[in-house]
């Protein structure tokens, strides 16, 4: 017999925080009192290693021949203290706030795109996804701490993960993720109530009488953590609870999340760079690149962490603050340092160091008073903000290194607009708890709290208990695993459940009117608590993908599962929809082509790990199925997959090759658009390319575009279901493509038609993973020069689909017919294609081709323009300089270089004679706000001249001079031809 498993010994905390990481730890049956900080080995030289409380969470790239010590099997990067400091010396190196890129939904979280902005011919530089990233912290975490407890490895103990409250279920699967690559099982634990938790830790029993006592027995603490990446909030509720005869005399609630809000300390250190940029410079306009911009970034970081960090005690609360601030300190210990703080210096060093011999490249220095600092940070992220203030929603904001950063960083904004919608009768919270290095600025965290007493209105009135806080580094770890104490029995646990409720979106009323939704998982479930829609019975089709559209609400009201409510924009967050494929489960009945139900409930689940667990369970058998839901976490799954779960060995993501149909809670059976005229054209195309029928004669095969179009109306107006489904019914008979020539064309028009764009319909990626293998085949009839058009014309039309390995493919299939004679690059044997046009096209569209080839396409075409004044040469190299792309994560935008160097032949060309300089110059020279990515302002204030000269619509200039979405319009436009009915392109 195998022994049986040993229970953790101990809990270990880990705040993986955007600027640092830090790790706490205590006995398993410890008191609250006795949780220790394991201060982190970590080179702060490149030779030298000393354990320290923070490990800067930073990766660094050394230089070729630097050759640092690696005593923690870190290569090839540097993690710690060292790659802070040789991060800010070496631009272009340096991996940041990784946590911040795990929930940018534009980019691919997988793929390696750290450092952000780093140059197309830097073929040496290792790089990292946000994901591998953050594994690697963690990983040099599990060593360093298996190299001080061999006897206790930390995969052996109870980790517990902080992550932001607001992170949705994608971030939190990832951070899952990264805990798993770097050998850990970590349960996760927002941020806010770690914070609260150790507040508790230290105020133990008589802090929280105190607390219930100033507030009249029922205390709402508002905690709000200011982070490096991150603003969280969250709503805490502390009331006496009956169960005082049973020991626990207090009882403590999280009541409400706040939503993700990308704005912190870099946010500030960002707004401080701007500042100093021009100073730098010497008022010349131009601007540091943004490997030298990344340094300044940090610098300005150091600068404002000497500035502001200093004025506030580790452990009190600021002065003036409220019925706290005068003492009341915490018991149990725990503050931090045995003295007040050194008072910090009026002003500070900014230095960029050298590098290269342009304009700006040399070592530039500035100064930054503090007073400046304060007065950036007080007056633009805290402002004065009323009760019912609501946060701006401006077209331009902070960004940079391609981060969304939120719009209005006026936090003071944010809190009021959180605080209103999940406590609309008070006037204001009764105590608050603050977190965050930005908060030991005691100017700070003043006018926090005023901004929120004066919510009382001009009479005063809310008086605010400000409580006392020790180290805000330290606070978030030690908390965890005062959390996960509590889960042994030892301290108070933070009770509330999920966050947020989760619905599945239903079909529209024939009649009109809001869509409706059904709750599957309460706001504030608790965790490991399963809920089923009761009630709500789904019919499904066997062998068909099933989609469910899936929404968030925080909403203070109190839906049931099972519940149905009207989806209202202001209330309901859109997740990515999630699909599940049924096997039909009787075999008989599926070879005798019988259509078949299978009738399930939705169930949820708040894992005990923290995330989202949604599933499909078979009603009305003795031995029922069960599908799990899982998120799709890689940039190109815009739905999720599904994932056989226990109870049955359901088929993988898009086996059957099926239609995704709506979940509904009516039988979808003959439900999608077009009833028994979609049966009629299915029939049309099983005619042509079913099992040989000798009476099809060839007229009809070249009429069925125009059968279907009889049957079911003019192509433009079907909508996404029926284009999917008409694809599925060809799919299956792709070798009857042979058959003829017009078999052939006919194939590749109608598919590539109706899988456009390859993506959005969650069984999208199984049909393009179906049809991809067909591109090695090409054509079975090559002489046919409309074949090879619509050949390509499919490939173009469902490029979004494609993965990087099969674009790339097709490139170099196609690079010896485009490129230049003097590149002598070697056709294939066999094969002469026809269309190279349209061929073209097909290639300006692969947005997953690595940028570097990508700027070669562009350049090939470039030198075509010279001789040839076809307008569809402009709108190809366009497309493939685009600043914002159609589909792919940004990390594939070539750079802005070639993009300057093609728009400064665009603009000596005559707009006026070329349909397709306008709009793309207009993609060439568009602002994202993201200097890695942005053309130089010399550049786009050319264009925009000429924009306006040529009488270019509005939009488009106002696209070129500030940060505007791009529109749906726009994006359809890409793909050449209208989308489907019903599909819609988000934007970043």
């Keep these: 017999m195998s022994a049986p498993a040993k229970t953790p010994s101990l809990i270990v905390g880990i705040d ?22 394991f201060p982190i080995p970590q080179l702060v030289t490149a030779t030298e290693v000393e354990a320290r409380p923070l490990l800067p969470s930073l990766l660094y790239a050394p230089l070729p021949g630097e050759a640092p010590a690696d005593p923690f099997g870190d290569a090839p990067f540097a993690i710690g203290e060292h790659a802070r400091r040789r991060g800010g010396e070496v631009p272009g190196r340096l991996i940041a706030s990784a946590k911040s ?34 594994a690697r912290i963690l990983a040099h975490v599990r060593r360093t701490w298996d ?4 006897d206790r490895p930390l995969a052996a103990q109870e980790v517990v993960l902080t992550v932001p409250a607001s992170f949705d279920q994608v971030a939190r699967e990832l951070t899952v993720e990264a805990a798993r690559r770097a050998g850990l099982s970590a349960r996760l634990l927002e941020e806010p109530q770690a914070a609260f938790y150790d507040f508790m830790r ?12 100033r507030s009249g027995g029922d205390a709402t603490v508002l905690v709000c953590d200011v982070g490096g990446g991150t603003t969280d909030l969250s709503l805490i509720r502390v009331a006496r609870g009956a169960g005082a005869a049973e020991g626990r005399p207090v009882e403590v609630s999280r009541v409400a999340v706040g939503h993700h809000l990308l704005l912190g300390g870099d946010n500030m250190d960002l707004a401080l760079a701007h500042l100093c940029e021009p100073r730098l410079v010497g008022g010349t306009g131009e ?28 452990g009190g609360a600021p002065a003036g603050g409220g019925a706290a601030s005068g003492g009341n300190a915490p018991a149990g210990g725990g503050a931090s340092s045995g003295g007040a703080a050194p008072a910090p210096p009026d002003e500070a060093p900014v230095t960029v160091l050298s590098h290269g011999a342009r304009l700006v490249g040399g070592a530039l220095t500035t100064r930054l008073r503090r007073e400046e600092v304060e007065a950036i940070v007080l007056d633009g992220f805290f402002p004065e903000a009323p009760r019912d203030a609501r946060p701006q929603r401006g077209r331009s904001g902070l960004v940079a290194f391609g981060l969304p950063y939120e719009r209005d960083v006026a936090i003071t904004r944010h809190v009021a607009w959180f605080f209103a919608r999940h406590a609309p009768e008070a006037r204001g919270p009764t105590a608050l708890l603050l977190n965050g290095g930005v908060f030991r600025a005691r100017r700070v965290a003043e006018r926090l709290a005023q901004v929120i007493e004066r919510w009382g209105g001009p009479s005063g009135g809310l008086r605010l208990d400000v409580l006392p806080h020790a180290d805000p580094d330290l606070a978030v770890a030690r908390g965890a695993v005062a959390y996960g104490l509590a889960l042994a029995g030892r301290g108070v646990r933070i009770e509330g459940g999920a966050a947020r409720g989760y619905y599945v979106g239903l079909e529209p009323p024939a009649g009109g009117g809001p869509r409706p939704a059904v709750c599957v998982v309460p706001r504030g479930a608790k965790e490991g608590s399963v809920h089923a829609a009761a009630g ?19 909403d203070a009201r109190a839906d049931r599962a099972g519940d149905l409510v009207p989806l209202e924009d202001d209330r309901f967050e859109a997740l990515p929809p999630v699909a599940v494929a049924f096997d039909a489960g009787d075999a008989a009945r599926a070879a005798a082509g019988k259509q078949a139900e299978v009738r399930v409930q939705i169930e949820g689940e708040l894992t005990a790990i923290g995330t989202l667990d949604l599933a499909c369970v078979e009603v009305g058998v003795p031995a029922p199925r069960r599908f799990r839901l899982a998120f799709q976490l890689r940039e190109d799954g815009r739905g999720a997959r599904a994932a056989a779960g226990e109870g049955g060995a359901g088929p993988p993501e898009g086996a059957q090759g099926g239609l995704p149909e709506r979940a509904q809670a009516r039988p979808p059976a003959g439900a999608a658009q077009g009833g028994r005229r979609l049966d009629e054209a299915r029939e049309a195309i099983e005619r042509v390319f079913g099992k040989g029928r000798p009476d099809v004669a060839p007229r009809e095969v070249k009429n069925l575009v125009r059968e279907l179009e009889r049957v079911l109306g003019e192509r433009a107006t079907w909508t996404t279901e029926t284009a999917r489904a008409l694809f599925d019914t060809l799919a299956p008979s792709a070798r009857s493509r042979r058959r003829s020539a017009d078999h052939e064309r006919l194939f590749w028009s109608l598919a590539g038609y109706c899988l456009r764009p390859g993506f959005g319909d969650a069984g999208d990626p199984a049909r393009v993973a179906a049809v991809a293998p067909l591109f090695a085949e090409r054509l079975a009839f090559p002489q046919e020069a409309r074949s090879w058009q619509q050949f390509w014309i499919a490939w173009r039309r469902i490029a979004g689909g494609l993965d990087e390995p099969l674009q790339v493919a097709i490139r170099d299939l196609a690079d010896p017919f485009l490129a230049p004679a003097e590149q002598r690059l070697k056709k294939p044997k066999g094969v002469k294609p026809e269309a190279l046009d349209d061929l073209l096209e097909l290639c300006a569209s692969l947005e997953r081709v690595p940028a570097g080839r990508r700027s070669e396409l562009g350049a090939w075409i470039l030198e075509r323009t010279w001789t040839d004044r076809d307008a569809r040469l402009w709108a190809a190299i366009g497309r493939i300089g685009a600043r914002v792309p159609a589909y792919a994560s940004v990390h594939h935008v070539v750079s802005p270089a070639a993009a300057e160097r093609w728009l400064d032949h665009l603009l000596r060309e005559k707009w006026q004679e070329l349909p397709s300089a306008a709009p793309a110059a207009v993609q060439l020279a568009r602002r994202t706000g993201d200097r890695a990515r942005d053309v130089s302002d010399r550049i786009r204030g050319e264009v925009e001249r000429r924009l306006v000269k040529v009488g270019a619509p509005e939009a488009w200039v106002r696209a070129v001079r500030e940060v505007v979405a791009v529109e749906e319009a726009e994006r359809a436009a890409f793909f050449g031809e209208g989308l489907p009915v019903g599909l819609r392109l988000v934007g970043e």
Excluded: M, N, Y
């Excluded at 190299?147 to 061999?150: G, I, L």
């Design 101 to 134: 890129w795990l929930c940018h939904p534009a980019i691919d979280r997988t793929a390696p795109v750290l450092p952000w902005g780093a140059a197309e011919d830097a073929t040496s530089l290792p790089r990292a996804s946000p994901l591998d990233a953050s």
């Design 147 to 150: 190299d001080a407890f061999p």
């Design 202 to 213: 230290l105020a133990g029993a008589e802090g929280l009488d105190a607390l219930l006592a």
């Design 536 to 554: 709500r019975t789904f019919a499904l089709v066997v062998g068909r993908p099933v989609r469910f559209d899936l929404f968030a609400s925080d």
């Design 16 to 37: 993986l925080g955007t600027t640092h990481t830090v790790v706490a730890w205590a006995e398993r049956d410890a008191a609250p009192g006795a949780i220790r900080v």
């Design 287 to 314: 601007k540091l690149d943004p490997a030298r911009f990344g340094q300044l970034v940090l610098a300005c970081r150091a600068a404002k962490e000497r500035l502001l960090g200093g004025d506030a005690s580790s």
